[in-house]
């Protein structure tokens, strides 16, 4: 299964994660239930904190995208050109 490196950076904590994400189609992908947990957790460990979106990143990342959390836990990356 191909798959594309993304790189999360959240400001606020000054934390950043390397995954690789599943390449769904053109423009989109898709990080696992345990991708999401362990950025979640490696960008903001607090848990009422409101930095970050799902993925618990924040400000400019490396790839500009949007987050679709999904009801299985995984959330779909679209890719912004
Ligand atoms: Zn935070």
Redesign the pocket.
Known sequence: MKRKKVVLT?E??ETRITLYAQCVKSGLLRLSKNQVYRARHK????AD????DAL?A?GKQELSFETEPQSNGSVLLEIIS
Not at 43 to 46: E, M, P, Q, S, T
């Open positions: 959240n606020f904590h960008l903001c460990w607090i904190c409101t930095c970050g618990g924040r």
